[in-house]
């Protein structure tokens, strides 16, 4: 009695402590349901699991990194899992071609984060929608409109202007100390929203590092999809609660930047349902797009897709490009001097991109080592199929860990080495046949913006490379250059590369 009249004093036994100890009850019996379907399904190896958090203790906040450890211990395709949620990671060409390759029919469904989990919008999703009719539609628009050769050499003209301003504003800020990944991502928004919309949607930042709106609201975005820990994910029953208010805060600024759009999207309507319009009149992506029936909401989610891949991947490449070229000045040497060959002169032009094998080594080398999607994008298994003998349980998450693949000493000599010239004369490329190197992916979740996103790259960089000389501030070595990775949507640097740009004198 004295134990009872304590507790009820002391609220244990409130509503509450009776919830939270059944939740916790129903936890430990799941996980030990769990634990035990396992010993009986024969899944790829992994480290033990603690009950109720699986192996979430393990994976922290570099989950590409901790799972390549665990890959050196337990094998090269392993399970693991986090909550309630079992995935398996792939880190070898073996096994990246055993689910992109042999099994891409049964393992190509997606699990959506929880800040694209808007209702109205996933149905018309390039990226997180089912392969259905209706997404092999979208990936042939795009295709056709955005990425094939033709629409590229239509783009050329925008992208040489947009490059153009780039190389004006840098110009009119020698000697000051610039953030390098800020200045070519507006760039590239800026080229997608004229190519899309005819107009322009950012401006570069000031001396004071302000920023408009709308490149606040896309980094915004690209932050709430990349959140790691995310508690409806790893439990479902959580999911509803949103609790790190990832949906309601993506939700918040979908809206605001949709009502900017919806003005655009309204006035070319009302032009393409005039009489007198015709096809031939079309010059943006959103014609196709309105002229094809597009909603609003169709609308606003492709767009929205082109606009985080189209830009934040791009721009991290760029970035960890310039960082390498920084560290190795025998490197930038000998881009500058392919460039001089080519041209003979520090200009280059956006045709003359394919005559500079050596850029593209140094491209393929950065992807190697710091590869713009670490994990991939998840895939999710449709079906219950094996993979190198092992079983891959239906709804189990999917990873391939280009991160450490790129890092292993079987594939490359002396790996954690920037050295471009391991390319040069090599066939391995990165359009998705070569498993050894996959920054765009494989199998029919390709990533379909491989021809813009690499001319993006090289154009940028190689415009960049011959307009200027960069330096640290400070005078500091750039050698010795920090090369900390963030993990998120795309692989950016831990630290930001502030840069100090110095026009090149003439040749």
């Known amino acids: 009695m004295d134990v009872i009249v304590f507790l009820r004093d ?28 396992k010993s009986t399904i024969n899944l790829p190896p992994g480290p033990p699991q603690m009950p109720i958090i699986g192996n979430l203790h393990q994976v922290g906040d570099n989950p590409h990194v901790s799972i390549s450890k665990m890959a050196k211990k337990f094998g090269p395709l392993i399970s693991l899992r986090l909550g309630k949620q079992l995935l398996v990671v792939a ?43 209706t997404w092999k539609n979208l990936r042939t628009l795009c295709r056709t409109e955005m990425f094939s050769t033709k629409a590229l050499e239509s783009q050329s003209r925008i992208r040489e202007e947009k490059v153009g301003q780039l190389l004006d504003f840098l110009r009119r800020k020698q000697g000051q100390v610039l953030d390098l990944e800020d200045v ?23 001396a004071h590092g302000s920023r408009d709106w709308f490149k606040e609201s896309m980094h915004k975005i690209i932050e709430y999809g990349s959140r790691v820990k995310d508690f409806g994910s790893f439990y479902p029953i959580l ?3 949103d609790l790190h208010g990832i949906t309601k805060g993506t939700m918040k600024v979908f809206e605001k930047v949709f009502a900017y759009w919806e003005v655009i999207i309204e006035e070319r309507k009302c032009l393409i349902n005039s009489p007198t319009w015709s096809s031939e009149q079309a010059q943006y992506f959103l014609d196709r797009m309105l002229e094809n029936g597009f909603s609003s909401n169709q609308i606003y989610q492709l767009v929205m897709e082109l606009f985080v891949a189209g830009t934040n991947t791009t721009t991290s490449t760029v970035v960890w490009n310039i960082a390498e070229l920084m560290r190795h000045k025998e490197v930038m040497s000998k881009v500058e001097e392919e460039m001089i060959r080519v041209n003979n002169s520090y200009q ?8 500079l094998p050596y850029l593209e080594a140094c491209i393929k080398e950065t992807f190697r080592l710091h590869p713009p999607v670490p994990l991939l994008l998840p895939h999710l298994a449709a079906d219950t199929c094996e993979v190198m003998n092992y079983t891959i349980p239906k709804n189990t998450k999917i990873f391939v860990n280009l991160w450490a693949m790129g890092r292993d000493p079987k594939l490359w000599s002396n790996p954690l080495t920037y050295n471009p010239e391991r390319f040069i004369d090599s066939k391995l490329d990165f359009k998705g046949h070569d498993f050894e190197l996959l920054p765009f992916g494989s199998g029919r979740r390709m990533c379909p913006g491989l021809p813009s996103g690499i001319k993006s790259v090289e154009f940028i960089l190689s415009s960049l490379i011959c307009e200027f000389d960069f330096a640290l501030p400070n005078g500091e070595d750039a050698s010795k250059l920090d090369m900390e990775e963030k993990f998120g949507i795309a692989m950016k640097r831990k630290n930001p590369l502030k840069v100090i740009f ?6």
């Open 239 to 241: 999911e509803r609660f």
């Open 502 to 507: 110095k026009e090149k004198q003439p040749y």
């Open 10 to 37: 002391n609220n244990f036994l409130s509503p509450f402590f009776v919830l939270s100890t059944s939740l916790l009850f129903f936890f430990i019996v799941k996980q030990t349901r769990l634990l035990h379907s």
């Open 91 to 133: 880190s070898s060409p073996e096994t990246a071609i055993g689910i992109l390759k042999t099994q891409d029919r049964h393992l190509s469904s997606r699990t959506v984060p929880a800040a694209f989990q808007q209702e109205a919008i996933i149905p018309h999703s390039l990226i997180w929608s089912e392969c259905n009719q």
């Open 348 to 355: 280059i032009a956006l045709s003359q991109q394919s005559k």
């Open 184 to 206: 070519v991502f507006t760039t590239l928004l800026n080229t997608l929203s004229s190519i899309i919309f005819g107009k322009d949607m950012v401006q570069f930042s000031d």
